[in-house]
């Protein structure tokens, strides 16, 4: 595609469509996946990298030459009506990549992944807000978020993704839809005190169905054994779409069974979760905190149930017919396959450059 130019949907006058992707230290965590699989939606649209090729090198040294090295190589090849999308945050380089854009006489649209003064607190919101206003367009990880941003004193024009794709190949086997007995549901992510304490709780409280846990038990060392709680060791991400075997898939954070607490918890109301997505490509309906960010997303969509408190489980599922099942499964391919293609990112991002160029 190399240069392949993209039509305006306004006066038909063309710019390039154009990234920067960047070294990654492996892409088995979310952020890395979800960055990397967009960089592809980008490629398919025909959109140019503007510094050196994508690399997954683990020597810290090494990944900040080719960081720079891309940068600079940026800095020579973004040209006049160039829009390019940035991925967020970019460490060290943001608000220099959009000031060099803009000298150029390009544009910057952002994709906002995280956010530094929500969870970590390594911004204040207003230096958060300076930062992301040298983007001219941004899109917030979901609508909560947009709606946040522009609360918060956010002025050029927002949108929202929704859901990061998850792109792969992998497909999940079909759901027997056969009358079910015992439900399950499968919590998968690294287990540490600081983001999963809940779990600890749960031995005491589940009833009528079982957990099954994808992590490294270690990480919660204080765990008591319990018959409904069913531990699994880490499975690669493919392995895992075709084969997980559960019901529904778990978004839960923090340290209390009714609420999610502390700052991984709280952060749901504002962020997107990846987990969310690669429950879907494993053809599972979802289960999250009804005050998390998603959580209108998942009844809109019908993939699934939120609920206020863990205990709310033990009497959820029996309520829930065969029925109803079958149809959140159905609703679950239809978002999945959407996923899988990168349509969340790509219809979030022509309708950024309908309002932009």
């Known amino acids: 595609m190399g240069s392949k130019v993209i039509s305006s949907a306004q006066g038909g006058r063309g710019f390039r469509l154009c990234y920067l992707t960047r070294n990654y230290r492996g892409v088995e965590g979310s952020g890395n996946k979800a960055k990397t699989d967009n960089e592809d939606t980008l490629k398919e649209m025909g959109a140019v990298n503007l510094g050196l090729p994508r690399t997954f090198h683990d020597n810290k040294v090494l990944k900040f030459v080719i960081d720079l090295a891309g ?3 940026y800095c020579i090849r973004v040209r006049k ?10 460490k060290k380089y943001f608000s220099f990549l959009c000031r060099v854009a803009h000298a150029k006489g390009a544009k910057v649209i952002t994709l906002i992944h995280d956010l530094g003064s929500m969870r970590r607190k390594k911004l204040t919101i207003q230096q958060e807000i300076d930062r992301l206003m040298h983007a001219d367009y941004v899109i917030a990880s979901n609508e909560v978020m947009r709606q946040w941003l522009d609360n918060n004193g956010y002025r050029n024009p927002l949108g929202a993704l929704g859901l990061f794709d998850y792109r792969s190949k992998t497909v999940a086997p079909e ?8 439900r399950s549901i499968v919590y998968a992510g690294a287990l540490a005190m600081r983001k999963n304490a809940f779990i600890l709780q749960l031995p005491n409280v589940i009833e009528g169905y079982k957990m099954h846990i994808y992590g ?3 990480g919660l060392p204080s765990l008591q054994n319990s018959d409904r709680l069913v531990f699994h ?3 690669p991400a493919d392995k895992f779409i075709e084969g997980v075997e559960g019901d529904f898939g778990f978004v839960w954070d923090g340290d209390d069974i009714d609420s999610c607490t502390g700052s ?7 962020n997107s979760p990846h987990k969310v997505s690669f429950y879907l490509r494993a053809g599972m309906p979802i289960i999250i ?3 998390a960010a ?6 809109s969509e019908g993939i699934g149930k939120c609920v206020g408190s863990i205990r709310e489980l033990n009497t959820l599922f029996a309520r829930i017919t065969d029925k109803e099942m079958a149809e959140m499964r159905g609703n679950v391919r239809r978002v999945s396959a959407r996923l899988a293609r990168g349509g969340f990112f790509r219809e979030a991002l022509e309708k950024a450059l309908h309002e932009l160029v």
């Open 264 to 270: 991984f918890g709280e952060y749901l109301r504002y």
């Open 294 to 299: 998603l959580a209108n997303l998942v009844e």
């Open 81 to 90: 009506n160039d829009v390019v999308v940035l991925q967020y945050p970019v």
């Open 71 to 73: 940068v600079l190589a």
């Open 175 to 182: 759901h027997n839809n056969e009358p079910h007995g015992e």
């Open 233 to 235: 060791d880490f499975m």
């Open 289 to 291: 905190w009804k005050e």
């Open 216 to 218: 490294n038990r270690s």
